[in-house]
């Protein structure tokens, strides 16, 4: 009988014990690391796409909303990174990413073109090589008469191994009266890179919008 009891004894106490581990448990749950929803950025992606030029593949990327916003650009070989990312606050909307070799060295450079309307703004360009990267400047200030009527609202783009640069312009006249009727026009200037990552102007164009 004293057998019984002691054994009966040992069982409620086994019991009381798991029940104990059980609730333990639970309770250490609830202290468990946040998930990947509760620390993810609350900014909004508002622009990404992937490109390639030669063996080179970017991932570009932009996030927020606002006028300015965070550009992340990965440069691979493969599936490796050749460098650390690309972090960089740039201003508007980004109009468009393109790949390319401009000055012909073999070396991929990205462009990001923006929206920005301010003079020489919306213009970001990288040159990577096998580990690292090097920013390539925007083409800067216009000189002599083409930069003539000029107040920003750059468009890039990338035609036939060229960097084009499209602005509105408004020239005025001398009329007998002695008032001055503008006319406005758009201005397209060509340029192209050399092997110092400096742009040389070229073509200057006149069309009406």
């Known amino acids: 009988m004293k057998a019984s009891a002691f054994a009966l004894l040992g069982a409620s106490l086994l019991a009381a014990t798991a029940c104990d581990s059980s609730r333990n448990a639970v309770e250490d749950a609830s202290t468990a690391a946040p998930t990947a929803e509760n ?53 508007g909307a980004v109009r468009d990413a393109v790949t390319a070799d401009l000055n012909g060295n073999g070396k991929p450079e990205l462009y990001i073109f ?39 609202k750059d468009t890039y783009v990338l035609n036939n191994g060229t960097l084009s640069r499209t602005f509105p312009v408004t020239t005025t006249t ?30 200057v164009m006149d069309a009406q919008p």
């Open 174 to 203: 001398a009329a007998t009266d002695g008032t001055t009727p503008a006319a406005a026009s758009n201005r397209t200037i060509s340029y192209r890179l050399g092997a110092d990552g400096k742009w040389t102007m070229g073509q």
């Open 114 to 152: 923006t929206d920005n309307p301010a003079s020489n703004g919306g213009f970001y360009g990288y040159e990577f090589a096998e580990r690292g990267y090097t920013p390539i400047s925007s083409p800067g200030m216009i000189q002599g008469t083409a930069g003539v009527g000029y107040s920003g």
């Open 39 to 91: 620390t993810a950025s609350t900014e909004a992606v508002s622009f990404t796409r992937e490109l390639t030029q030669g063996d080179a593949r970017f991932e570009v990327r932009t996030t927020g909303s606002s006028a300015q916003r965070q550009l992340t650009i990965r440069s691979y070989r493969g599936s490796a990174l050749t460098t650390d990312p690309v972090r960089v606050d740039i201003s």
